[in-house]
């Protein structure tokens, strides 16, 4: 496989990695309802998300409110919405950089330039996967801390909800696509970096002399 079919690889991946940080964001499940109760039977599900929770009903019905006030929300929460919201603008700063330096794009010229600018973009999506990996697993924890915490009553127990796994899966994405691409822009601009020069063989004039012309 080429270098450029290798970094076309890694910013597929980081597209789909930041589309899957943009989902992750605006889904409301990122707890849900722990049913640990004997009775089966549950007239409700709660969802739990960064920008609003929501209502299941057994019969289908859902009602989603959103939240009245920023500064009343848990600390999880106001982080997890400002890194989701600055991940969600990096990501697309990524793609720009990236498609800039691209070798499939003849915006700037090929050099060192061109690779330095892909490697920044790769760089980008990185700290896109390791900042959106923070509110991840800081609700995570909290789930589970209180899920095992006999204080907390039955009915206040959470779980991990389906936005926190789309979210971990968009951490892989945005994590292995840009290694690809630094990796791919790396290895690309070491073989440019000894460029081969070609010098003309000398050959001896009659009188065993070198010509002149030669050292021109």
């Known amino acids: 496989m080429t270098s450029a079919a290798v970094e076309i690889l890694g910013l597929g991946l980081g597209i789909l990695g930041w589309v899957g940080v943009i989902l992750a964001?605006?889904?409301?499940?990122?707890?849900?309802?722990?049913?640990?109760?004997?009775n089966i039977v549950v007239a409700q599900t709660i969802w739990e998300g960064l920008w609003m929770n929501c209502v299941v009903q057994s019969t289908g019905q859902m009602q989603c409110k959103?939240?009245?006030?920023?500064l009343a929300l848990p600390p999880e929460v106001q982080a997890g919405?400002?890194?989701?919201?600055?991940?969600?603008l990096l990501g697309l700063v990524a793609l720009m950089v990236t498609v800039v330096g691209a070798q499939c794009t003849n915006c700037i010229r090929p050099g060192k330039m061109k690779s330095r600018i892909v490697i920044a973009g790769g760089a980008i999506y990185i700290l896109c996967g390791v900042l959106v990996l923070v509110p991840l697993c800081w609700f995570a924890n909290i789930v589970i801390s209180d899920f095992y915490d006999p204080t907390?009553?039955?009915s206040q127990k959470r779980e991990m909800g389906a936005a926190l796994y789309i979210g971990w899966a968009a951490t892989a994405l945005?994590?292995?696509?840009?290694?690809?691409?630094?990796?791919?822009?790396?290895?690309?601009?070491?073989?440019?970096?000894?460029p081969v020069k070609y010098s003309a063989p000398r050959r001896p004039t009659s009188n065993g002399e070198y010509d002149k012309k030669n050292y021109v």
């Open 25 to 38: 964001c605006g889904l409301p499940m990122w707890q849900v309802s722990a049913f640990i109760d004997v």
């Open 174 to 194: 945005l994590l292995f696509g840009g290694c690809l691409i630094c990796c791919c822009s790396c290895s690309q601009r070491d073989e440019t970096s000894f």
């Open 152 to 154: 907390v009553p039955s």
């Open 66 to 70: 959103v939240y009245d006030s920023i």
């Open 81 to 88: 919405r400002a890194l989701t919201v600055i991940v969600a």
